[in-house]
């Protein structure tokens, strides 16, 4: 087998990839097309980490006049929810997995803890973070930049629902144009929106490419960290 391109990745799915094809909550057939991906790059001695999001169960900027703490802090859960079910479905595929989250439920997950999560990628483990950093006001997406960075890893797998970044919605416009590479420069100042701007700021101060891929073929996962040219390349 050819050598992996990424010797460590941390993957970011959205919680409405996880729904599939329903309106909410989870679809189990598709997260378990997702993980026997996820189980291919663990198989070719990828290191992985696995940032969720919680879309597919609650979306706090669109809840209305609730303080938007406690709406984050909804949304953390709903992230742990889905750290649970993905941690499920690696596991019945014979993948072994841990889940740490950024806010403490110990009866449930680990604490997130940096020397403990880089000790399970040397065991070979999945790990994945729940409850985002742990603190409102943070996206998921910061998360994954955040562990990305405390961890080391060579690059984000951004994992959406088209084929790579385009200039503008190609679900609307026939004329949109897709993007190979781009900078991080680029992104923040054409307002992309792959990911906010705290996140595109945190992975280019500390130098951290984000590959983004169309998760509707799950095996792009495995394809982008055996090299394959797929989506979009962001760096500095």
């Not at 990305?148 to 970044?165: F, P, Q, R, W």
Request: charged share 25%; with cysteine; hydrophobic share 40%.
């Amino acid at each position: 087998m050819t050598e992996p391109k990424y010797k460590r990745v941390i993957l970011k799915l959205s919680g409405e990839a996880l729904a599939g094809s329903q309106p909410m909550g989870f679809e189990f057939d598709t997260i378990e097309e997702i993980c026997k991906s996820i189980k291919k790059c663990v198989d070719a001695g990828v290191q992985v980490g696995i940032v969720v999001g919680g879309g597919n169960f609650w979306r706090g900027r669109s809840s209305g006049n609730m303080d938007r703490v406690t709406a984050d802090h909804i949304g953390m859960l709903a992230t742990v929810m889905n750290a649970l079910a993905v941690s499920d479905t690696l596991e019945q595929l014979g993948v072994d997995v841990r889940v740490q989250t950024g806010i403490d439920i110990v009866k449930v997950a680990e604490p997130y803890i940096r020397k403990r999560a880089l000790r399970h990628f040397e065991k070979g483990r999945v790990v994945i973070f729940g409850a985002g950093t742990g603190s409102p006001f943070f996206s998921t997406d910061t998360c994954a930049t955040l562990r990305a960075s405390e961890l080391k890893a060579d690059v984000i797998l951004k994992a959406t629902m088209v084929d790579g970044v385009y200039n503008k919605d190609p679900h609307v416009y026939d004329d949109a144009v897709k993007y190979d590479t781009l900078t991080f420069n680029e992104v923040i100042d054409k307002q992309l929106k792959i990911m906010d701007t705290t996140a595109a700021a945190m992975c280019q101060d500390n130098n951290i490419p984000v590959l983004v891929l169309n998760l509707e073929r799950p095996d792009n996962i495995f394809d982008a960290v055996m090299g394959k040219n797929i989506g979009t390349v962001v760096t500095n």
